[in-house]
């Protein structure tokens, strides 16, 4: 079964509007963690934002944020005010901390396209 | 200071060659994780070390696909003979796990090896 499911493969947005990826997640662990990273067309792969399953706040990371709904078992990411920069592709991850040791799984990611 | 280091940065070769791909972690990291990433299958785990030792290697496809991590500062993975299937983008990351706050790490990945076998 997927772990990590990023249901939309592409989403445009207009440059300085929010967007919301989309990302959920299957886990029986009481203990987990989500993360988010970018990849630009360059490759590289970036840290974008965590989340501990036991945070009771949405974490946020400048003009990133992370809409955590545990008992929907969603975490998906908002970017605020976007910019032509901010194109990429987006993977969700998921570290299960009583069952998965230090793996964490990725889901198929979402490219994002800014819209000038 | 310095990220994760990889090398060679673009490898193309011939079938039935042997692979060798090398990374340097993040200097006082103590765990190394190696990826591999496609179109079809996405960023899979391959193998990872905490304190150099390989933890959970299930992730490596197959006898073909070996890794070491001699010292704190360098690791390989090596394919051997390497096949036309296993043209992919080869991460290496490195994170700093604690054995208090083991649920939030963040792994730093170096840029990749872009393997092809023609």
């Known amino acids: 079964a997927q772990k990590i499911t990023q249901t939309q493969p592409g989403m445009f947005v207009q440059e300085k509007e929010a967007v919301t990826l989309d990302c959920t997640y299957d886990t029986s662990d009481q203990s987990y963690g989500l993360f988010w990273y970018k990849q630009p067309s360059s490759g590289e792969m970036i840290f974008l934002i965590y989340q501990g399953s036991y945070d009771e706040q949405n974490a946020t990371e400048g003009r990133y944020s992370l809409n955590f709904q545990k008992a929907r078992k969603s975490a998906n990411l908002v970017i605020s005010a976007s910019q032509l920069g901010d194109s990429a592709m987006y993977f969700c991850?998921?570290?299960?901390?009583?069952?998965?040791?230090?793996?964490?799984?990725f889901g198929a990611g979402t490219r994002l396209f800014v819209k000038a | 200071d310095a990220g994760v280091i990889q090398s060679p940065r673009h490898e193309v070769t011939e079938m039935g060659q042997e692979v060798t791909l090398r990374c340097k972690p993040i200097s006082g990291h103590n765990s190394l994780f190696w990826y591999r990433q496609t179109m079809m299958r996405g960023l899979e785990l391959l193998i990872y070390?905490?304190?150099?030792?390989?933890?959970?290697d299930s992730g490596m496809p197959e006898d073909r696909f070996s890794a070491k991590m001699p010292n704190a500062s360098f690791s390989t993975l090596k394919i051997q003979p390497s096949e036309p299937r296993d043209s992919a983008v080869y991460f290496c990351?490195?994170?700093?796990?604690?054995?208090?706050?083991?649920?939030?790490?963040?792994?730093?990945f170096g840029p990749g090896t872009r393997l092809t076998v023609t």
């Open positions: 070390f905490n304190n150099n030792v390989p933890i959970d």
């Open positions: 991850a998921m570290r299960e901390l009583n069952t998965g040791g230090f793996k964490t799984i």
């Open positions: 990351a490195s994170s700093l796990l604690g054995a208090v706050d083991r649920e939030y790490y963040e792994q730093y």
